[in-house]
């Protein structure tokens, strides 16, 4: 298969058309397809018999490979040793992202306090530092996950950062971020609860349940009041009882809903990754990294947000031995629950480009591969191995990128 060279990556305007793959994308599927694009955007899609090459077009030949929109992460704290919280963490974690499939995210800061935050807000915000000659991921909005998060169900978070929910902290918050939050996790059954969802859907800012003690009734009251998506189902929240569902059997009972689920073989069971799958159907659902820092990293012992940690067999634990976060891209995740989910692959697909798409209202030029869309693609092996990875039309990785360093266990940079 032959890549863009220097001179086309320069070309804002040349065009490049990639003929006879297999293209999902993912409204169908063409066995035999050609895509045009010309610099950031998609210009064609069809049959290869039926789409002519432009004169003086760089032709790349996918035979035997596969071509998907770029995936797009809703919830991701860092990777590759990148910290997005830090100062200049973004950049390191957005290359490494990146190189491996995602073409689209929302950085996610997790729980501190409310002077912190709005610092760590404005920071990313800003995005990315300078001119890098590397593609990195388009930011669509930022992610706050707390700190208006329920004690009990802290997870790996320090609960000395956990506030109770308070409606007049949301102004600040979002002014910090300068218009650029997009989703915020709280739990809806602590005090306040209530007045924040109204506060944040005021906004239009999608208030996610997580981290939350919530009963099967709490739940459904959050639900009622407008929340619309979950945050990594069945960790960090109340579990399922067959005498007392809990907020999770909610979420997964109830049609409008949207779930998260990491997808990494240690968050959750892949039978329970199956029972999600049958409960929400493939439209409701969306597989999501929530990668730390640590992702890429091989086995060891590191310190991460001031606590030590431990890398080994594929998950990240923090010295009480509860899960720190994920080790996953979303890559991995797609290639796991195909393989190991039960779930086909064109709806897996949609867990990771339409779904969170939609999420987020982008979907017209997001999560799809056709006409006037972003041209954000990745080609694929049979297996689901990223082979390249184009992010707005430039080439983001070598075409010797195999599988996941994750899975494999190596260092990534």
Do not use: W
């Amino acid at each position: 298969m032959s890549t863009a060279s220097a001179s086309s990556e320069r070309d804002g305007h040349r065009q490049r058309v990639f003929r006879y793959g297999r293209i999902c994308t993912p409204e169908r599927e063409i066995v035999d397809g050609a895509l045009v694009i010309r610099g950031p955007k998609i210009e064609t899609v069809g049959e290869a018999s039926e789409v002519a090459v432009p004169a003086g077009a760089e032709v790349i030949d996918c035979r035997g490979m596969i071509l998907i929109p770029g995936l797009i992460d809703l919830h991701l704290h860092g990777g590759g040793g990148f910290d997005m919280a830090v100062r200049g963490g973004l950049d390191g974690a957005a290359r490494f992202h990146g190189v491996h499939g995602t073409t689209s995210m929302v950085p996610t800061l997790g729980p501190d306090t409310v002077p912190v935050l709005k610092e760590k807000l404005a920071a990313l915000a800003a995005g990315y530092r300078g001119v890098d000659p590397e593609p990195r991921p388009e930011i669509l909005g930022l992610n706050l996950e707390g700190p208006f998060l329920n004690a009990k169900r802290g997870g790996a978070f320090e609960t000395g950062a956990l506030i109770g929910p308070d409606p007049a902290l949301i102004p600040p918050l979002c002014e910090a971020a300068g218009g650029t939050l997009r989703l915020m996790t709280l739990a809806p059954e602590l005090p306040g609860g209530q007045a924040c969802i109204a506060a944040l859907l005021a906004r239009g800012i999608l208030p996610a349940l997580g981290h939350s003690d919530a009963g099967y009734g709490e739940a459904q009251a959050a639900f009622s009041a407008g929340v619309r998506h979950v945050t990594h189902v069945f960790n960090a929240m109340r579990g399922m009882h067959h005498r007392e569902p809990g907020c999770a059997a909610a979420a997964l009972l109830h049609r409008e809903v949207t779930v998260e689920v990491v997808a990494d073989g240690h968050h959750l069971h892949d039978a329970t990754v199956e029972m999600i799958y049958r409960l929400k159907g493939a439209e409701r659902m969306v597989l999501v990294s929530d990668a730390v820092p640590l992702a890429g990293a091989p086995h060891g012992s590191f310190v991460m947000g001031g606590e030590r940690v431990t890398v080994r067999d594929g998950k990240t634990t923090n010295e009480s031995g509860r899960l720190a976060g994920s080790l996953l891209t979303l890559a991995a995740a797609l290639r796991r629950v195909v393989r190991h989910g039960a779930i086909p692959f064109a709806e897996a697909l949609r867990m990771v480009t339409i779904n969170p798409a939609r999420l987020l209202g982008v979907s017209e030029r997001k999560g799809v591969l056709r006409a006037g869309a972003d041209a954000d693609v990745l080609i694929v092996t049979p297996s689901l191995d990223l082979h390249a990875v184009y992010i707005g039309g430039r080439a983001a990785s070598d075409p010797a990128v195999g599988a996941d360093s994750v899975e494999k266990g190596r260092q990534t940079g």
